[in-house]
């Protein structure tokens, strides 16, 4: 052969060898599997076949270990702070009791409280409710609830709130505190009543 650099050539039968730079050697292109990775040459001029490196599968492997522990981490902190004794229950309702005020939603208003509640208020008439909920949206902007104590006592809970406001017809920024009170019922949280506390 002319050229004496070692390397795979064609042998002239048509078939890929391997020249070790004097000779060829018994090594054909047809002596690897069909699928397997490409020879090479490593050592004095001996071909093997070349091994894909691990650490791609390592780090694949650390990062979705990673991912599965962080999955777990934010359940596990669900689990011990936002449902301790069920606290977060009581609070979305109130959360919840806030949305339907200012969507005006007649039916979410009587999902989360008591049917009693909604008779003393008038809310078991949606024309009602959505009258007092487009008065509160004319009469005051940018209105929030802060959700402070959650104390739950058997089927009993009571939520202290601060709601903070604009007030359009005194042209300032205002804050009312009030008391939730709810009732379990049918594993459900629902408002049985609501109190100014300043």
């Known amino acids: 052969m002319a050229n004496p650099i ?55 492997g650390g990062i979705l270990a990673f991912l599965l522990l962080a999955g777990g981490g934010v359940f596990l902190a669900l689990g011990l702070f936002g449902g301790m004794n069920g606290q977060s229950a009581p609070a979305d309702t109130v959360k919840q009791f806030d949305k339907a005020w200012q969507t005006s939603d007649c039916g979410l208003v009587q999902s989360v409280t008591t049917a009693e509640y909604q008779k003393s208020l008038g809310f078991d008439d949606c024309a009602t409710f959505t009258t007092a909920a487009a008065s509160l949206a004319d009469s005051t902007n940018d209105y929030k609830v802060s959700v402070g104590s959650v104390k739950i006592q058997n089927n009993d809970a009571a939520v202290q709130t601060v709601e903070t406001y604009y007030d359009v017809q005194k042209g300032e920024n205002g804050s009312t505190s009030y008391t939730y009170d709810l009732v379990k019922s049918d594993g459900k949280w629902l408002i049985s009543s609501v109190s100014s506390t300043g």
Do not use: I, M
Request: hydrophobic letters at 35%.
């Open 6 to 60: 070692a390397g795979w050539y064609d042998d002239g039968s048509g078939q890929t060898r391997w020249w070790d730079g004097k000779a060829w050697t018994t090594h054909t292109a047809l002596d690897t599997a069909v699928g397997s990775e490409p020879l090479t040459e490593v050592g004095p001029g001996e071909p093997v076949a070349r091994k894909r490196p691990v650490w791609p599968w390592f780090l694949g």
